[in-house]
């Protein structure tokens, strides 16, 4: 089959490399131009595991091209796939902007039967509106379909997500995109689920608010097991054996982050006001996630009680290990409010060096605590589960370890004459 993949994003530059390697004949453009030149000198301008290999072989093997000529391409292929992004406005709602630019550009160049697969995660309504939009601009029904298609990628293990789906959803107003979907996504084996577009979006936005709630009930319980003294991890494990339940998503930390979960939110949030339904739920997971940096911060004070003019050392910067993501990233707030308070930050993150006024960033773990008062674990990537505690306690100047996603063995820090802090962790 031959697709045209809009958007060489996470999401659309991880689903067209699959795509062609499902043996389909794929093009991904971007009006980017600065991305479409990395790509095709063999460099994906990203980090998602296995993703450059994959991408390489389909290239060398002529089943993935990439291109900046966005108009032609649309024009030339019968399948088109919209992976562009949706960010948050200023009040919540998603811009969607470039998916409108996107469907100008088909409606201005159709000439043949397409199907038009919107994977871009929109608020309920608008496939509908693309869909009428079609209808009002003229274009006979016999030459598109819409369908939604969302994607439910997790960064890090995008590739194994998409050829291990737990489900693949499509929404769309007739059965006759079916044989083309199935034929698309042949190789998965996986329950398909058809809905209404409508149906589809909110599929999307229902499985992120639900995986948000789970992380701030984790974080509101990890409170009160540090208040009473108690092991989070029994209390996660009593959870995870009860299989309504289950153990995923039940982390604590700094918060949820990313790209994802924070927007569709606020999105969600936006979609249900406009129709005067009341978001009692969604306001509480995000209020838990939004004072979880004061939280820690305040658990920091109970040992560093004037963080003036101290110096921090910050380990992970990105919003979650396995990624060079930072978009709303909990390290980037928690790095920020330290600095507000007067500290001086140093950070270190296997994947990034971060660039940020008044922040020191650091290519080697061990140089980044030099002189430190205290270290927090903010993002936890497997190197910090297996660090050097005597280097590190050689090289600080104080001793406190604020393991703020639960992920360091304490006994073993402790036994290297630090402070283990950790939250709900006995
Ligand atoms: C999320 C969803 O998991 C994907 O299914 C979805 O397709 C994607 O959003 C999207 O809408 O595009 P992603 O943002 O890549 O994927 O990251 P997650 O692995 O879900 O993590 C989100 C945030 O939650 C991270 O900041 C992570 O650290 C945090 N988290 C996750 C916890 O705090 N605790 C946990 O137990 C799990």
Redesign the pocket.
């Known amino acids: 089959m031959r697709i045209c993949v809009v958007g060489a994003g996470y ?1 659309g530059l991880t689903t067209a490399t699959a795509l062609a390697d499902f043996g389909h004949d794929v093009q991904c453009v971007d009006m980017e131009y600065a991305k479409i030149d990395s790509l095709t000198q063999g460099k994906v301008p990203i980090y998602e595991p296995g993703l450059q290999k994959l991408m390489n072989k389909n290239c060398k093997e002529g089943r993935l091209h990439f291109s900046s000529q966005v108009e032609e391409s649309i024009k030339d292929y019968p399948i088109i796939l919209i992976a562009v992004g949706t960010p948050s406005k200023e009040d919540g709602s998603s811009n969607l902007t470039f998916i409108n630019q996107v469907v100008k550009i088909i409606v201005s160049t159709i000439n043949e039967y397409k199907t038009i697969i919107i994977k871009s ?1 929109v608020p309920p309504g608008t496939n509908e509106r693309i869909h009428k939009t079609f209808v009002e601009m003229g274009i006979a029904n016999d030459l598109f379909d819409i369908v939604a298609n969302p ?6 293990t995008a590739l194994w997500d998409i050829y291990y789906p737990n489900k693949i959803v499509f929404g769309t107003k007739t059965n006759r995109p079916f044989k083309i979907l199935k034929k698309l996504y042949k190789r998965q084996k996986t329950p398909f689920i058809f809905t209404s577009l409508t149906g589809a979006e909110l599929i999307k936005y229902a ?2 608010a639900f ?1 948000a709630t789970k ?1 701030s009930f ?1 974080n509101e319980m990890n409170r009160i097991c540090d208040a009473y003294e108690v092991d989070y991890s029994d209390v996660a494990k009593g959870l995870a054996t009860d299989p309504r339940i289950g153990r ?4 604590v ?1 700094l ?7 924070p927007k ?1 939110l606020r999105s969600l949030k936006h979609s249900a006001l406009k129709q005067k339904i009341g978001t009692k739920l969604l306001d509480a997971v995000m209020q838990v996630n939004d004072t979880q940096i004061e939280f820690y911060l305040n658990k920091l004070g109970t040992v560093l009680p004037d963080l003036v003019d101290k110096q921090i050392t910050v380990w992970g910067v990105t ?2 290990p396995g990624t060079d993501d930072l978009r709303s990233s ?1 390290a980037i707030a928690l790095i920020e409010q330290l600095i507000q308070m007067g500290c001086r930050v140093h950070t270190y993150d296997p994947m990034v060096q971060l660039v940020l006024s008044d922040v020191s960033s650091y290519v080697n773990q061990y140089e980044s605590v030099i002189g430190s008062d205290a270290l927090i674990i903010a993002t936890e990537w497997e190197q910090f589960k297996k660090c050097n505690w005597s280097e590190v306690k050689s090289r600080m100047k104080g001793s406190v370890v604020l393991d703020a996603r639960n992920c360091i063995d304490g006994k073993n820090v402790s036994e290297h004459g630090l402070h283990y802090l950790g939250v709900g962790k006995r």
Do not use: W
């Not at 918060?255 to 979960?261: H, I």
């Open positions: 999401v995660t994607e439910f990628l997790r960064e890090g499985c992120n995986l992380i984790a995923d998503y039940l982390n930390g918060g949820f982050g990313g790209s994802c979960l569709d919003y979650k909990p």
